[in-house]
T-cell receptor, first 110, second 115 residues
Framework: GQSLEQPSEVTAVEGAIVQINCTYQTSGFYGLSWYQQHDGGAPTFLSYNALDGLEETGRFSSFLSRSDSYGYLLLQELQMKDSASYFCAAFYNQGGKLIFGQGTELSVKP | DAGITQSPRHKVTETGTPVTLRCHQTENHRYMYWYRQDPGHGLRLIHYSYGVKDTDKGEVSDGYSVSRSKTEDFLLTLESATSSQTSVYFC??????????????FGPGTRLTVL
């Protein structure tokens, strides 16, 4: 089946840089999205990669390597408010269905 | 703000009772989705709809049915609730045309407890 793997938790300090990795299964893969969720609230969209390379949006960047079936979310200049769960989610084939990873809980310490 | 509301926001019910959750959107988006979120499982797709009366199953559809009689409303029904259906349920919409992918926007969630 289609599944995604990401670390369950990551801890970093304020001002640091953290990278959250995500590996996915290749068959039918279309593109990789990242979502943020605070305290069980509504997940919110962060970024989307359909092509290899880096997409930058402010302090957040996302990278995709289709040949390695791998992507990551890079968070720079960490702030306390970045403490949240981060999900990678892959589109497979067409039609807009997303398959989510289990989520990575990021804790930012002072 | 994608104009998505869910009702009820919280519900406690007993095993064996029917439950219907409602998702309402105000922007006439074609695609609507129901997910459940459980610890250790992330978000899992239950059912989705690609138009009025057009629905399809997701990863975890057993025990759930859906209906979409109007563009703006997508209903999720648990015909006979079980304790394993205790979860947080999220509705989402996307603007995808069906041939391309697009961002999904999520509602605030419904916390359902089945005793």
């Amino acid at each position: 089946g289609q599944s995604l793997e990401q670390p369950s938790e990551v801890t970093a300090v304020e001002g640091a840089i953290v990278q959250i990795n995500c590996t996915y299964q290749t068959s039918g893969f279309y593109g990789l999205s990242w979502y943020q969720q605070h305290d069980g609230g509504a997940p919110t969209f962060l970024s989307y990669n359909a092509l290899d390379g880096l997409e930058e949006t402010g302090r957040f960047s996302s990278f995709l390597s289709r040949s390695d079936s791998y992507g990551y979310l890079l968070l720079q200049e960490l702030q306390m408010k970045d403490s949240a769960s981060y999900f990678c989610a892959a589109f497979y084939n067409q039609g807009g269905k997303l398959i989510f990873g289990q989520g990575t809980e990021l804790s930012v310490k002072p | 703000d994608a104009g998505i509301t869910q009702s009820p926001r919280h519900k406690v019910t007993e095993t064996g009772t029917p439950v219907t959750l409602r998702c309402h959107q105000t922007e006439n988006h074609r695609y609507m989705y129901w997910y459940r979120q459980d610890p250790g499982h992330g978000l899992r797709l239950i059912h989705y709809s690609y138009g009025v009366k057009d629905t399809d199953k997701g990863e975890v559809s057993d025990g759930y049915s859906v209906s979409r009689s109007k563009t703006e409303d997508f209903l999720l029904t648990l015909e006979s609730a079980t304790s394993s259906q205790t979860s947080v349920y999220f509705c989402a919409i996307s603007r995808t045309s069906g041939d391309t992918t697009d961002t999904q926007y999520f509602g605030p969630g419904t916390r359902l407890t089945v005793l």
